[in-house]
């Protein structure tokens, strides 16, 4: 396999590339031959993570082409710090947009009851800026850095099962794969969590669904009413009794992407074609909102409706055997409220990286592994946890709770100084949680502690051997 270029300096600064946060790629003391399922988000930054670091990295992706569905997706400063160490600054700024504000509007009249303040802040505070970004474009940035370090992309690739144990996989065309380590992110409806968890893992549906939609912003701004209530460089979110409303710019401020969600309580095989994409329903649920949602709402063309849901918490993200292992949506599904999905799974990319670096023999794989699971269960479960009770902050009927919650908000829009806050994206704790996140720093720090454990249990155990030793004598 060919090593992995390493521009010089002098090199990078003629083309004008290098962000000020790059990490130029290193080699890692073993390189290991990584099968990755899965060409999402999740699947190809845990590629780019670890061909950074020269392990040979095939990702196999079950659909013939590479096409992320979705609309826009949000980018905060944890994951997008990892993605300007891997080198990615300029491409994602070049297809994304830099919001000013988060803007939390009232049902009924759009009066402003919550603001994060997300420019200049952000970038002052956690080192760079919080960003949205059409899918698509953000899953092309990655899938264009993958292929340049030299990751193997192989598309039409079913998985039919998995040995979890030797590691190796078949895939329905017959082929056969034996990597050092198997790591599966094929996402929500994961066929390899089972495999890891030893039973099958019910998707939770928490009673919502979300129409996906995007507007031109030119044809916003020809509606009087909009333009003026609008501030087309923030994120503005609609809350009422058990639906909201998250919009923002995408692809450069051309268009406006819509997730709306809405109270549901059938399975998804339920739904009929018409009412995934029935537009008079998804409008229905606004009826006496806020006069300028439901003008934009009637710009909609077309939508299509998504389940909401996520899984429990699982207690392993590894196979005993430690040489295959699940991340991303495969591993801690979430819900969309916290807006960190995505960025979980880079984390986890990242995390992995790092662990595999830290080893200097493939007898000590299952050592890292043991490791980088360590520290990611904790993180990912809390997050699941906290965009669940975001989604119920979100969605507080009209009553004293909603009154108690708008009046703990008011700090912010006043621009007062706050030490809490509901709106999760504002609170101050939970910005540093969220967004100060280091996940390789955290796994060199287990892997430490793991060390100077054993160093601690070898010391004992001599003691015990020399005492037991002398007693004799």
Not at 186 to 203: F, H, M, N, P, W
């Amino acid at each position: 396999m060919p090593r992995i270029p390493c521009p010089s300096t002098a090199e990078e600064a003629a083309r004008n590339e290098r962000p000020s946060d790059y990490k130029p790629p290193s080699e890692a003391p073993i390189r290991l031959k990584v099968a990755v399922v899965g060409a999402g988000v999740g699947g190809l930054a845990t590629a780019v993570a670890l061909r950074r670091d020269g392990h040979e990295v095939h990702v196999s992706e079950d659909a013939p082409a590479l096409n992320e569905l979705g609309a826009g997706i949000q980018v905060p400063p944890n994951s997008l710090t990892i993605m300007h160490k891997w080198g990615m600054e300029e491409a994602i700024k070049a297809k994304s947009v830099e919001p000013k504000h988060l803007w939390w509007k009232r049902w009924q009249d759009g009066k402003i009851i919550a603001n994060t303040r997300y420019k200049p802040e952000f970038e002052e505070n956690f080192g760079v800026p919080y960003r949205v970004i059409h899918r698509s474009h953000l899953h092309e940035a990655l899938h264009d850095k993958a292929v340049e370090l030299g990751v193997k992309i192989h598309l039409g690739h079913t998985v039919a099962s998995y040995d979890p144990e030797r590691p190796s996989m078949r895939f329905t065309n017959g082929r056969e794969v034996f990597p050092d380590l198997l790591v599966a992110a094929d996402g929500l409806k994961s066929t390899a969590r089972q495999v890891i968890t030893g039973e099958r893992i019910s998707l939770r549906n928490h009673g919502f669904a979300a129409y996906r939609a995007c507007v031109p912003v030119v044809e916003m701004k020809k509606n009087p009413l909009i333009a003026k209530s609008m501030d087309f460089e923030s994120l503005c979110l609609w809350v009422g009794d058990q639906t909201h409303v998250m919009s923002y710019p995408i692809k450069n401020g051309e268009d406006w992407n819509l997730v709306i969600t809405v109270p549901e309580q059938r399975e998804p095989c339920q739904w009929s074609d018409h009412s995934k994409q029935s537009l008079s329903i998804m409008r229905s649920f606004y009826e006496g909102w806020d006069p300028t949602l439901i003008d934009i709402l009637k710009l909609v063309k077309t939508t299509f409706k998504w389940p909401v849901q996520d899984i429990a918490p699982l207690p392993t993200y590894t196979a005993p055997s430690k040489r295959m292992l699940i991340l991303g949506d495969a591993a801690h599904a979430m819900l969309p409220s916290m807006a960190a999905g995505a960025s979980i799974a880079i984390e986890d990319a990242q995390a992995l990286a790092q662990a595999l670096h830290l080893i200097h023999s493939r007898r000590q794989l299952p050592e890292a592994i043991t490791t980088w699971e360590s520290v990611r269960i904790p993180r990912a479960t809390a997050m699941q946890e906290a965009s669940y009770r975001h989604m119920y902050t979100l969605h507080l009927p009209d009553g004293p709770q909603k009154r108690t919650r708008d009046r703990l908000m008011e700090k912010e829009v006043n621009d007062e100084h706050f030490i809490a806050s509901p709106n999760q994206w504002s609170d101050p704790t939970t910005q540093r949680w969220a967004y100060l996140c280091d996940p390789a720093a955290e796994v060199r720090d287990a892997w430490e502690k793991r060390e100077a454990g054993r160093d601690e249990y070898v010391v004992a155990k001599g003691e015990e051997i020399y005492s037991m030793i002398s007693a004799r004598l």
